[in-house]
């Protein structure tokens, strides 16, 4: 039921017999690392047929998936995929993906266009925008996308500029966690329209670099929602409720 994460590429003694999967026909999560981008297109074809899996994670230097497929061949099954790679291209088809709940993405190297083939996925509840995942300066979030979004995770983005996030957009959010997006405007620019985020409940802003404008900014949209969300500026994510107390000591000397 579950295989992975395991690694395939030439000189380890599996290349070429990664088809061999698709007879595990019980299994619910995949990891598989060292694809070639012809055999991730083979594979990817491939994966339709195991009507059980949950969970892809795909980890190679550099992943193709086909432009399109058969019918048969999607695999609307996934609730949860992981990619760490450069991708060449978000298929079209990923957005009829409907049963995915989480994507997670590490050096996708993504633009625009590309997030934009999942922003209709009405399932889609957590997305991770993790280091090198996305390569423009602006992210942009339009009206009426990601409608069950909860958790938006974006970590190590150091090329983004700014974020717009338009009226309508992701309207169950309740977490937006930004960490390590140095390149962020200090002004009004740099992220814009969390009032617009109407499930908000919490906003952090770490490891961003000085940006006192752009805090007080986004403190007063934060002032202004409804919800009144929690606004943590560099700070650790750690439930103190949830553990002992002398590790909570701990924790607030370390922190």
Same mark, same amino acid.
């Given at each position: 039921q579950m295989l992975g994460v395991v690694n395939v590429a030439t000189g380890n003694g599996v290349a070429g017999r990664f088809k061999k999967l698709m007879h595990l026909t019980n299994l619910r999560r995949l990891g598989v690392a060292g694809l070639t981008e012809e055999e991730g297109q083979d594979l990817c074809k491939s994966i339709g047929g195991l009507s059980q899996l949950q969970r892809l994670e795909l980890r190679c230097v550099s992943?193709?998936?086909?432009?399109?497929?058969?019918?048969?061949?999607?695999?609307?099954?996934?609730?949860s995929l992981r990619l760490c790679g450069k991708l060449i291209g978000m298929p079209e088809w990923i957005s009829s993906l409907h049963n995915l709940a989480t994507?997670?993405?590490?050096?996708?190297?993504? @633009?625009?266009?590309?997030?934009?083939?999942?922003? @209709?996925?009405? @399932?889609?509840?957590f997305l991770g925008l993790w280091e090198d995942s996305y390569i423009e300066e602006s992210l942009r979030f339009s009206a009426s996308t990601f409608p069950k979004l909860k958790v938006l995770d974006i970590d190590g983005l150091e090329n983004i500029r700014t974020m717009t996030i338009w009226e309508g957009a992701m309207p169950e959010l309740e977490l937006l966690w930004l960490n390590k997006c140095r390149s962020l405007h200090d002004n009004s620019?740099? &992220?814009?329209? &969390?009032?617009?985020?109407?499930?908000l409940k919490e906003l952090l802003l770490k490891n961003c670099g000085e940006k006192q404008n752009l805090i007080d900014i986004l403190q007063e949209q934060v002032n202004r929602h409804?919800?009144?969300?929690?606004?943590?500026?560099?700070?650790?994510?750690? &439930?103190?409720?949830?553990?002992p107390a002398i590790i909570r000591i701990f924790f607030s000397l370390a922190y």
């Open positions: 992943i193709r998936f086909p432009a399109r497929m058969d019918e048969p061949e999607i695999p609307r099954h996934l609730t994507v997670k993405l590490l050096g996708t190297r993504l @633009n625009q266009e590309d997030i934009m083939r999942l922003q @209709n996925l009405r @399932n889609l509840d620019f740099g &992220v814009s329209g &969390v009032q617009y985020l109407q499930s409804a919800r009144r969300p929690k606004f943590l500026i560099g700070k650790s994510r750690i &439930v103190y409720e949830c553990i």
